[in-house]
T-cell receptor, first 112, second 112 residues
């Protein structure tokens, strides 16, 4: 069974710092990987989706990379802002399956 | 567009009671999903519907039933609620199973 791990569980940084969130998965036979943002008491918002054939995706200050062979993905946030404070979740879709397997998330706090 | 809507937002049940969680999407998506989110665990798929007229079990289907009423609506029913079903339930939809999923705001369920 696919297992997705996100370390650290929580992270606090001062405003303006660049930061990296990590995601690892146990089975490299994935179709794609997604990063989501979840604000307290709210649903999930999709940030980036990387297909298994891609190495990275960028959207504004966010850059997600994928190393399928090593089972790792990173989400890079440039010039962090207090509005970036949220929980960030990664999820993988296995090849041939409809399931998304989620990590437990990293709770990010950006301190003004 | 409202996106994905869920009702109710919050519900308290007694053990053994039944209830139906409602989900609707206005994005003309073919695929719809029900997840539960528990503290310390990633979101887990309960049931999904790849297209209108089809439903399939996910990772944790026991104690639940679903109905894909039409293309817009996908309901989740708890026939006899148990305290272990206390959770936050999220509905999601996507154009097809392999692309980005869009999530509703969630239903918080407490079973006493």
């Amino acid at each position: 069974k696919q297992e997705v791990t996100q370390i650290p569980a929580a992270l606090s940084v001062p405003e303006g710092e660049n930061l990296v969130l990590n995601c690892s998965f146990t089975d490299s036979a994935i179709y794609n990987l997604q990063w989501f943002r979840q604000d307290p008491g709210k649903g999930l918002t999709s940030l980036l989706l990387i297909q298994s054939s891609q190495r990275e995706q960028t959207s504004g200050r966010l850059n997600a990379s994928l190393d399928k062979s090593s089972g790792r993905s990173t989400l890079y946030i440039a010039a962090s802002q207090p509005g970036d404070s949220a929980t960030y979740l990664c999820a993988v879709r296995e090849a041939g399956a409809n399931n998304l397997f989620f990590g437990t998330g990293t709770r990010l706090t950006v301190i003004p | 567009n409202a996106g994905v809507t869920q009702t109710p937002k919050f519900q308290v049940l007694k053990t053994g009671q039944s209830m139906t969680l409602q989900c609707a999407q206005d994005m003309n998506h073919n695929s719809m999903y029900w997840y539960r989110q528990d503290p310390g665990m990633g979101l887990r798929l309960i049931y999904y519907s790849a297209s209108e007229g089809t439903t399939d079990k996910g990772e944790v289907p026991n104690g639940y039933n679903v109905s894909r009423l039409n293309k817009r609506e996908f309901s989740l029913r708890l026939e006899s609620a148990a305290p272990s079903q206390t959770s936050v339930y999220f509905c999601a939809s996507s154009a097809d199973p392999k692309v980005t999923q869009y999530f509703g705001p969630g239903t918080r369920l407490l079973v006493l």
